[in-house]
């Protein structure tokens, strides 16, 4: 399917989709159509039970400049709480169920941060900036800056980012934990496909529950947390991919997983 602002591109053999955010004119600022185009690919990925997971990414310069300032500046507060554009197609990153990986190349600002922090892992280029400059516009962060961003690198950080506008580089971000690791920038995407393969050859039930657990960690009392992972761990003795994950490993083979 072809789209008018972004790029996808499926490697079938490994199960891996990839998406890039396409448009460089603007440093990739979220207009409402690529929001719906992007919540359209992910419903489309998500269905997809070929593929394992999926790579997020913009360009060189920018992952995304943030929320299309052209496009919202005149918007009234009705508008904006009846439309709540927000939720209705921001938020699809942060629902999937598959695994989802954000390569950042250049600047992760604004909703672009947002969107970064609504994937599960960040890979970032020893070029990404990352920050939160809403304060200068006369906003504050509305996807997610102020809640995510909180959760992952503590107070002291976000309310410095938050209240002053100030970008942090790629070393930053990878010592305060918000990025997973920093790669140059010409092998970001090969570094992420590498990931994305290894994750989508597990099986597909132990991805899932993975993710489950970790998200929930940020939602739930320490021990209501373990119990749910205790569950989730008891359940998947009823997988054939437990059995031939554990046997495979006592016969000293490769296990070959069929995600049932
Ligand atoms: N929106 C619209 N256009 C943008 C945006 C943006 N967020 N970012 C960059 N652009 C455009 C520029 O206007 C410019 O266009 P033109 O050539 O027509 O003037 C083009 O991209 C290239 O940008 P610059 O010339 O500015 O490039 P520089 O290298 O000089 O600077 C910066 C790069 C520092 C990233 C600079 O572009 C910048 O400051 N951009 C704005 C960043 C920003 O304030 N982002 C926050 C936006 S608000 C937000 O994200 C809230 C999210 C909450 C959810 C909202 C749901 C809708």
């Known amino acids: 399917m072809a ?11 490994a199960g891996v989709a990839l998406i890039t955010l396409n448009r460089p004119e603007s440093l990739n600022a979220l207009c ?25 990414t913009g ?8 929320a299309d300032i052209k496009e919202i500046q005149d918007k009234t507060f ?21 695994p989802v990986i ?6 992760a600002i604004g909703g672009g941060c947002e969107l970064a922090l609504m994937c599960d892992i960040i890979l970032a280029a020893d070029t ?21 961003l909180a959760r992952v690198i503590g107070k002291s950080k976000t309310m410095e980012l938050c209240l002053t506008g100030r970008m942090m580089e790629a070393k930053e971000a990878e010592m305060c934990g918000l990025v997973s690791r920093v790669v140059p920038a010409d092998d970001l995407l090969e570094a992420a496909r590498e990931l994305a393969r290894t994750i989508a050859s597990m099986p597909l039930a132990s991805a899932l529950m ?7 960690a940020y939602e739930t009392p320490l ?15 009823s997988t054939d991919d437990q059995k031939e994950g554990m046997a495979a490993y006592i016969e000293k083979r490769s296990a070959h997983f069929k995600d049932k």
């Open 3 to 13: 789209y008018k602002t972004l790029l996808t591109e499926v490697d079938e053999d």
């Open 32 to 56: 409402e159509e690529m929001m719906n185009e992007l919540s359209n690919a992910l419903d489309r990925f998500e269905a997809d039970e070929e593929i394992g997971c999926i790579i997020l």
């Open 59 to 66: 360009g060189k310069k920018a992952f995304s400049g943030g």
């Open 78 to 98: 009705p508008e904006s709480y009846y439309e709540d554009f927000i939720s209705r197609n921001w938020e699809r990153a942060a629902r999937m169920r598959k």
């Open 102 to 107: 954000a390569a950042v190349s250049g600047y």
């Open 128 to 148: 990404a900036r990352f920050g939160q400059p809403e304060v200068r516009l006369g906003v504050i962060p509305g996807a997610g800056g102020t809640q995510r």
């Open 210 to 216: 993975i993710k489950e657990a970790v998200n929930i």
């Open 223 to 237: 021990s209501q947390g373990i119990q749910f992972e205790r569950r989730l761990f008891q359940s998947l003795f």
